[in-house]
Every structure is written in structure tokens, then in C-alpha cells.
């Protein structure tokens, strides 16, 4: 569909305003979750939408996670078409029996005569004390289940579009969101368009290293390519993912077939993130086309100390992520090399603070 003059939006602006237009064309959706109706609106997402579509479509709910996730999916099986809120994904694992033995089974187990049109928004992300009951990135999880399609949109742009395809998809979706994201600023066109769920897009044009990343760590991987293309010139072929399930494998098959080589980074823990399966897709259709096995930056396979402090080094960087491309590459660095893409991944804020350099257009 045709999309309208562009403006610079917040991510959370993005979101709101994707839901905003999805409530104001269609009576069937509505949305719920804890904290939905609240000041602070979660990341102000929702904000206004109670006072412009009134209590019977925007409502807060019980802490019953899974009692809420079975509400929306009887809701679905009847007609409506709801956003449930998650204020951290942490949460959704009280959910689980709902999401994973009936919103993404009851499809197929009916032979396709009923669908539940249900999109989940998580919550994820770091900083600010979270710690590990609050911070983790359990995407793989849900993305493992068949029957539901999982996405993790990084720009203003595809936070929206994605949104509103989620919406409109007769599937269960669930919807991740990096809460660093919220605030960035970006390009975003007027009115209603979708941005296709399954469907990779490229950040960075390089011939020397693939990345693959997902949602905020494929800012944190721009801001790597750009420094090793202007200091070391080196060219990464980027690649934010933008959703885990359908998996846009060929655009991963596809730059490889150019650079021979694959880094993967995933805001999750190591063991059994999709960085993993993507690697595994990466050696069954492409061992011919790698010059050197594939890499990964994640999350280390522990929680995240609540303290600022003893959390410092718990997440990656960019400088993690150039790294771990020059030893790919077999580069060693000069004098001259070293100073300046020190100087350029340097952090700019404390390592749980939003990198505020993060602005679009992406």
C-alpha cells in the first residue's frame, strides 16, 4: 500500500501511532495490558488511546498473565482482534500454556476453519537495575513454536509498519520490542502501510563480512560497520533481521554468497539463541560459500547483575562487534587503526544508559 509523506518519529511515537489507525479503521481491535492506561503508558505507546476510544477498547487488566492471554485468545476466536501488553517479556512466561498450546495450535488443529488474529507486545531490553528477572531476551523461545510468527523491528519505520501487519495477519504474532528503541528517532511515512513479517532488510552494503542482527543490536552493529568502513576499510554487509519467525534465510544465504563470512548478534544468552539457528541454516545450505567458520555476539550464558556496576561488560558493544570481525577477517590493526576506531567506539553514555546517537533515518 502507499505510504504518505515522511517525518522524523520516535519508535514508541511509531508504535502508538500504528496502533492509533489500526483502532480508528477497524472496531474489532482493542488493546490491554498492564499498565496500558497508565501515566506513563508504557514507553508512552498507548497514550491517549483510552481517552480517545474509551475503557471498552483500551483497559488495564489483572496481574494474571495467564488468565489475560486466555481472554484475548477467546477474543480472537470470536471476532475481535487484540494487542495484549507485556511490559516485559519476562512476564509472558506465565503465559506460555496460552501461547504455546492454544493461540499457536488452534489453527491447525481445526483445520484451518478458525484463526486467532492476537498480536503479544514484549518488552525487552537492559539498564536501569533491571536485572535478571526483568532484562532477558527470550526470543528463541517463542519463535521455536510453530503457529507463532515472531517479530523484532530496530527503526521507527518498521516499528509501525510491522505493527500494523501484525495486526491485519490472521496469526498470532508476538511483537518484541528493545526498550532502548523507544526513543530513537527516525523516518517515518504518514498514514497506513505494512512492512512484510518474514522479510529481512539490508543497513549497510559491505563485501568483506556479513552480520545478521537483531532489533537494538543491529544499531549497535551499524555503528561497528561504519567505524571499520571510515577507519579500517573494511565492508560489512549488514543485515537487520527483523524477524525471527518466518525467517528471512536467503537474504542471510545471499550475502554470504558475497562475503563469505557470517557474524550473528543477538541480544540473548548464547546457548540457544537464534543467532544459533541461524548459523546452523548458515553451515547446512552454505558451508561451500564460508571462507571461516561463523561467529556470535550475544549475551554470556548468565543473568544480568541488577548492579550498574557489576553489569559492566555484561552486554556487548560495538567495539565487541568489531572485534570479533577483524579477528574473522584475520586483520591485525595499526597504530593508526586502533586509535581511531577507538575514538570512534568509545561509549558516548555510561554501558546502561540509551546511547543517545542512535537517530535515523536507519
Same mark, same amino acid.
Given at each position: 500500500m502507499p505510504e504518505g509523506p515522511v517525518r522524523q518519529l520516535k519508535f514508541g511515537e511509531a508504535l502508538r501511532e500504528a496502533t492509533d489507525l489500526c483502532m480508528a479503521r477497524d472496531p474489532r481491535v482493542i488493546v490491554m495490558g498492564e499498565g496500558v492506561p497508565d501515566p506513563k503508558s508504557i514507553f508512552k505507546t498507548t497514550e491517549g488511546l483510552r481517552e480517545k476510544y474509551g475503557p471498552a477498547r483500551v483497559f488495564d487488566t489483572p #496481574?494474571?498473565? !495467564?488468565?489475560?492471554?486466555?481472554?484475548?485468545?477467546?477474543?480472537?476466536?470470536?471476532?475481535?482482534?487484540?494487542? #495484549?501488553?507485556?511490559q516485559r517479556i519476562d512476564f509472558a512466561l506465565l503465559s506460555m500454556?496460552? =501461547?504455546?498450546? !492454544?493461540?499457536?495450535?488452534?489453527?491447525?488443529?481445526?483445520?484451518?476453519?478458525?484463526?486467532v488474529p492476537l498480536v503479544i507486545r514484549m518488552i525487552i531490553g537492559r539498564g536501569w537495575g533491571q536485572g535478571p528477572q526483568h532484562s532477558q531476551g527470550l526470543q528463541a523461545m517463542f519463535a521455536q513454536v510453530p503457529g507463532l510468527k515472531v517479530v523484532m523491528p530496530t527503526s521507527p519505520r518498521d516499528a509501525k509498519g510491522l505493527l500494523i501487519a501484525a495486526v491485519e495477519d490472521d496469526n498470532p504474532v508476538v511483537f518484541i520490542e528493545h526498550r532502548w528503541l523507544?526513543?530513537?528517532?527516525?523516518?517515518?511515512?504518514?498514514?497506513?502501510?505494512?512492512?512484510?513479517?518474514?522479510?529481512?532488510?539490508?543497513?549497510?552494503?559491505?563485501?568483506?563480512?556479513?552480520?545478521?542482527?537483531?532489533?537494538?543490536?543491529?544499531?549497535?552493529?551499524?555503528?561497528?560497520?561504519?567505524? =571499520? =568502513?571510515?577507519?579500517v576499510g573494511i565492508g560489512i554487509d549488514l543485515i537487520d533481521m527483523r524477524s525471527l519467525r518466518p525467517l528471512d534465510s536467503q537474504a542471510v544465504m545471499d550475502s554470504i554468497a558475497k562475503t563469505g563470512r557470517l557474524l550473528v548478534a543477538d541480544p540473548a544468552f548464547k546457548t540457544g539463541s537464534f543467532a544459533t539457528e541461524i548459523m546452523s541454516i548458515a553451515m547446512e545450505e552454505g558451508f561451500h560459500l564460508l571462507k571461516t567458520a561463523p561467529k556470535r555476539v550475544t549475551l554470556p550464558d548468565h543473568p544480568v547483575p541488577t548492579s550498574h556496576l557489576l553489569s559492566t561488560g555484561y552486554y556487548p558493544s560495538p567495539m565487541h562487534i568489531a572485534q570479533t570481525a577483524l579477528q574473522m577477517l584475520g586483520h591485525t590493526l595499526t597504530a593508526t587503526e586502533r586509535q581511531a576506531l577507538d575514538a570512534a567506539l568509545k561509549p558516548r553514555t555510561l554501558h546502561d544508559v540509551p546511547d543517545i546517537s542512535f537517530q535515523g533515518p536507519f
Open positions: #496481574l494474571s498473565e !495467564n488468565g489475560m492471554t486466555g481472554v484475548c485468545i477467546g477474543a480472537a476466536l470470536t471476532g475481535m482482534r487484540p494487542i #495484549l501488553v507485556h500454556d496460552q =501461547l504455546v498450546n !492454544n493461540a499457536a495450535k488452534w489453527h491447525y488443529m481445526f483445520g484451518g476453519v478458525s484463526s523507544h526513543n530513537v528517532s527516525g523516518d517515518v511515512p504518514e498514514g497506513t502501510y505494512t512492512v512484510p513479517i518474514g522479510r529481512a532488510r539490508k543497513m549497510h552494503d559491505g563485501a568483506d563480512l556479513t552480520i545478521a542482527a537483531f532489533s537494538y543490536m543491529a544499531l549497535e552493529s551499524l555503528k561497528a560497520a561504519q567505524a =571499520l =568502513l571510515t577507519h
